[in-house]
């Protein structure tokens, strides 16, 4: 085998060995969502703020906490969570992140907590805007701002953790998503998009041996 | 094609013009039939001619680009299949403009209607397309009462009768060529989603036309080992973000083509002069680009430049007849240009359009917008006001953008995947470099073109800066993503090409090979992530 096949081959197996490794692996599962019946700007921020909301519980396993926060470039934003004055767990995303949903990462944790109060922070220094959204609440119930002053109603949370399915066992699941709201109804889609991919990883490799000395 | 081979494919064109110019004219009194016939036949044999060389030209294409545009049209057809409808940036606008022309023949007028038709509303909603976009926690229509609301809002579309104009919001501004030869596709029938996938289907073909003019850049721009070109076409045609955008209905995917055409053709006419058929094709690949995106008009001022250092040589060398070449192009590209320009001013209207607000300056001072053009792309030097704060812009919008940032820019990598394309990156980045110094000679007789390269990319790294300082501090970096940059894809072509010949004889081939291997890696885990995000 000439320099070219070996490393064409050990570059195909090690695809081969990361897709099978990927698929293996758990699909990250919503835990427990803020029981919010509408999706609405709550505030609007321009400069670094905190907004802390109380009545929150956190789920055992939870690793990651999703906020609906969104921003085109987005600042670093900390999220901590406290049981009374007791910080049980927080987490940190940097800059730079885009959309309107952003997902801190957190240590695993170990037990569930109920009443908890989940603080948000967001360093911003004068320049884009960040909106965060929820749903429209009565003040008493609502998130505070960092100056105590109640926001227009209550953040969108969710809690995130590992799922117990891998994405193999979610394969005909998601093979029966891809057949709806597509040009080609059914099985097909997942048909051909599976045949398409072996066309290119095919033609691609022919070439390289071919071209390649 | 060489401009020997050139000349010989036009030299019995030449002589048998010439013989028939040479015949004396027929008879007065030769049957008019016959003297139509005789009239009809010159240019029907210089059509023949045409086509000949035409076949010629293709033919002398080498197999290995073909098969690397093959590849690039295969992955934007997957991307197409893959990615839910509606989950590009801007392509119901896209669509809607496509549509009107289609039906109506007139262009959108901002403003003028509502900003979608009737039947693209109620597909939109059927497919809860709004409440998919920007929001990774929802996910496609999963049901089979969902899918049965989205056939009935298909059959209720009627598009023949829906002639009401639609103002198309974001894409009226575009200028008609791309959104016109879409009107073809969309013709073809079908309901609204079998339109969309054709004419999706047609940016895919747009796509395989990039990666076969990169490949062709990259042969005529590094022309010393040729195993190295299918390197840079190949890697391209794997690149998941062309496959993304050229899977969609966006005029990005005919501007990345075009572009890469202009490329090849001022590579072409560095390697071997400015002839007058390079100089008409320098002109109408300008004219055509103009005609398909406004963001071609930064690559403008790098194409001038080249026209004009490419007649000065020709001037030099070829005395009028190189000056002739100069005019030609110069006249191609330049005279529509002006008169529309012309028109526009004379109606007390910008003469550009929104790229004459898109360079002006809204706020601040000339120095202020440069400041700020300048940390888009780089870190701040000392001196400049921070309009960045906390943002590594190269490395955060442009970098993890080009690893991955699909669907309405809401599905990116996790964050260790961006951390970790670092590694390879760093490599190709070093063997480039490598390549660079080792051939310093050889690219110091070619600084004139490189310089054209460097004013191209600037010119576009500019302009998409001055737009996105129109909205800031409102949004940081509006016009920070990398789709804006894939104009500039034969560059990133060269790179890979240096990369892999700067691994030296021995290894360069091997380094190649994996280059490739990574874009596909790239290109499959790309999708995956879509797949993940929207079904899974």
């Known amino acids: 085998m000439s320099r070219v096949q070996v490393a064409l081959a050990a570059g195909l197996a090690l695809i081969v060995v990361a897709v099978v490794a990927t698929l293996s692996t758990a699909r990250a599962v919503v835990a427990r969502t803020s029981p919010l019946p509408a999706k609405e700007q709550i505030a609007i921020t321009e400069h670094s703020a905190t907004a802390c909301q109380a ?20 600042p670093r934003a900390t999220v901590r969570i406290y049981s009374g004055s007791h910080l049980v767990v927080q987490g940190e995303r940097g800059t730079g992140w885009t959309g309107s949903v952003l997902t801190i990462p957190v240590r695993p944790l170990a037990r569930s907590y109920a009443d908890v109060r989940v603080c948000v922070s967001i360093d911003l220094a004068g320049d884009e805007r960040v909106e965060i959204f929820g749903t429209h609440t009565k003040p008493s119930v609502a998130a505070l701002a960092g100056n105590g002053q109640a926001l227009k109603g209550r953040m969108q949370i969710e809690d995130m953790r590992p799922g117990s399915r891998t994405w193999w066992s979610l394969a005909a699941l998601v093979a029966r998503h891809m057949g709806f709201g597509n040009f080609a109804g059914g099985a097909w889609n997942v048909v051909l998009v599976l045949a398409l991919v072996v066309a290119i990883a095919a033609v691609s490799s022919r070439l390289i041996l071919r071209e390649l000395p | ?117 009737n039947e693209e509303v109620r597909v939109i909603d059927a497919l809860h397309a709004y409440e998919i976009r920007e929001q990774q926690e929802n996910r496609t229509i999963t049901t089979r009462s969902q899918q049965n609301a989205l056939q009935r809002a298909l059959q209720e579309g009627e598009p023949s009768s829906e002639r009401a104009p639609v103002s198309t919001g974001v894409a009226a501004s575009q200028p008609p060529l ?81 572009s890469a055409a202009m490329f090849y053709c001022l590579a072409r006419a ?45 001037g030099r060398s070829h005395g009028r007849a190189g000056y002739r070449s100069l005019g030609i192009a110069l006249a191609v590209a330049g005279s529509p240009v002006a008169v529309y320009a012309a028109i526009r001013l004379a109606s007390h209207r910008s003469a550009f359009g929104i790229v004459s607000s898109g360079v002006a300056l809204t706020h601040g001072s000339l120095l202020k917008e440069l400041a700020y053009i300048w940390q888009l792309y780089l870190p701040r030097v000392p001196g400049m006001s921070n309009y960045f704060h ?120 091997v380094a190649g090979a994996l280059v490739v291997v990574l874009f596909l890696a790239h290109d499959i885990f790309s999708q995956l992530q879509v797949l993940a995000r929207f079904y899974g």
């Not at chain 2, 094709?281 to 080249?306: E, M, R, S, W, Y």
């Not at chain 2, 599905?411 to 951390?419: D, I, L, Q, R, Y």
């Open chain 1, 55 to 74: 009545g929150e519980a956190l789920p055992g396993g939870t690793s990651a906490i999703r906020l609906s926060l969104a921003a085109f470039t987005g």
């Open chain 2, 390 to 509: 906390g943002v590594f812009t190269a490395r955060q919008i442009w970098f993890d953008g080009f690893v991955g940032l699909y669907g309405w820019l809401d599905t990116p990598f996790p964050a260790w995947v961006e951390t970790l394309a670092l590694i390879p990156a760093a490599l190709i980045a070093i063997l480039s470099i490598r390549a660079i110094v080792s051939s310093r000679a050889a690219l110091r007789a070619r600084l004139a073109e490189l310089a054209v390269y460097v004013v191209m990319g600037v010119g576009l790294l500019g302009l998409i800066g001055a737009d996105s300082y129109l909205v800031f501090p409102t949004l940081n970096a509006e016009f920070g993503q990398v789709r804006y940059l894939l104009p500039l894809l034969p560059l990133l072509g060269a790179v890979l090409v240096l990369a892999a010949r700067g691994a030296g004889r021995r290894w360069g081939p």
């Open chain 2, 1 to 117: 094609m060489s401009k020997r081979s050139t000349t010989k494919a036009r030299t019995p064109a030449s002589k048998t013009n010439g013989s028939r110019a040479a015949r004396p004219p027929a008879p007065r009194a030769q049957p008019a039939p016959r003297r139509q016939a005789g009239r009809q036949a010159a240019p029907r044999a210089e059509r023949a001619r045409s086509w000949l060389g035409l076949r010629a030209a293709l033919r002398r294409i080498p197999r290995a680009a073909w098969v690397c545009a093959l590849v690039a049209v295969l992955n934007a057809a997957c991307w197409s299949i893959l990615t839910p409808p509606f989950q590009v940036p801007d392509e119901p606008n896209h669509f809607a403009y496509v549509k009107q022309l289609a039906l109506t023949g007139h262009l959108p007028k901002p403003g003028v209607g509502p900003e979608f038709s």
């Open chain 2, 178 to 258: 791309y959104y016109a030869l879409e009107a073809v596709p969309y013709s073809l029938g079908g309901n609204l989603l079998d339109r969309l996938e054709l004419m999706r289907l047609f940016s895919a073909l747009l796509g395989g036309l990039t990666a076969l003019f990169v490949f062709l850049f990259v042969r005529e721009a590094l022309p010393g080992a040729p195993w190295a070109w299918t390197v840079g076409g190949l890697s391209i045609a794997l690149f998941p973000l062309l496959g993304f955008m050229s899977g969609a209905v966006n005029p990005d995917a005919m501007l990345f083509a075009v």
């Open chain 2, 270 to 314: 560095f390697q071997r002069g400015l002839t007058a058929g390079m100089a008409v094709a320098l002109g109408a690949l300008t004219l055509i680009g103009l005609a398909t995106k406004l963001n071609f008009i930064g690559l403008v001022p790098g194409v001038f430049l080249g026209i004009l250092i490419l007649g000065v040589r020709a």
